[in-house]
């Protein structure tokens, strides 16, 4: 049987019926089917019950991309250059890490995803990259597509990235937070050439990867270049 992997929606508004909708880009899904996994979409609630039991029913958890993470989360002010938030998806995503951690299943966190996993264990962000260094060069891609690459990784030995890809590896960027002071029990393991956390590992976990970039725009590709992270990923829930 393929393993089940819970997915955590995003929350958004359809223009067209004006209602709230439960959505994961196709993407996602795409990448956990072709890694052999059967994907699990989460709604956003706030009911503690519910989630307790998609926790014990998953084997395991991705968290996708999304709006910023709300600085309240993280005991920060809101900058002038924060974008959309949205607090009780903030909390929602937040309580469903920490029955994860719990229960000690495989977690990968991609771009927003990477984000609230540090803000869950403890860390904080930058809220906008302009604010990290003035040597910041720009990690929000628009110039190609989804699937087009943007910059270099350098990724660290002794890391199950370096396992998967090597010691560098080019990548997409769709974002303008970033992870500042790392969480406690978070190893970084891979930075962009301007000092900018690009993927972090769980030091004394059975099977938790962050990312920065959004690896499943790459199954739209004959190669398919990043589907050794999905098929790692899904070969830990499945054990």
């Keep these: 049987m393929r393993p089940k992997i819970g997915v955590l929606a995003h929350p958004a508004v359809n223009d067209h019926a004006l209602l709230l909708t439960h959505s994961i880009g196709g993407d996602y899904i795409q990448s956990l089917i072709d890694a052999g996994g059967l994907p699990v979409i989460i709604p956003v609630t706030n009911d503690k019950e ?7 029913e998953c084997d395991g958890f991705l968290i996708p991309g999304g709006i910023d993470v709300n600085p309240i989360c993280f005991n920060e002010n809101p900058h002038p250059l924060i974008g959309d938030t949205n607090l009780p998806f903030d909390r929602f995503e937040l309580e469903m890490i920490r029955l994860i951690r719990e229960q000690k299943k495989p977690v990968l966190g991609i771009c927003r995803g990477l984000q609230i996993l540090n803000v ?12 990290q260094s003035e040597n910041t060069f720009k990690h929000v891609q628009k110039e190609q597509g989804r699937p087009g690459i943007s910059h270099k990784v350098e990724i660290e030995e002794n890391s199950l990235l370096h396992q998967i890809f090597g010691k560098e590896l080019y990548v997409n960027s769709f974002h303008h937070q970033a992870l500042k002071d790392v969480g406690e029990g978070l190893q970084v393991v891979a930075k962009a050439p301007d000092g900018t956390i690009e993927a972090v590992e769980g030091k004394d976990y059975p099977y938790m990867v962050a990312v920065q970039w959004h690896p499943e725009n790459f199954i739209v590709l004959p190669e398919k270049p990043m589907l050794k992270l999905f098929e790692s990923f899904v070969e830990a829930c499945g054990k």
């Design 50 to 56: 519910l989630l307790k039991e998609y926790t014990d």
């Design 120 to 131: 869950a264990m403890g860390g904080s962000l930058w809220q906008d990259l302009s604010l």
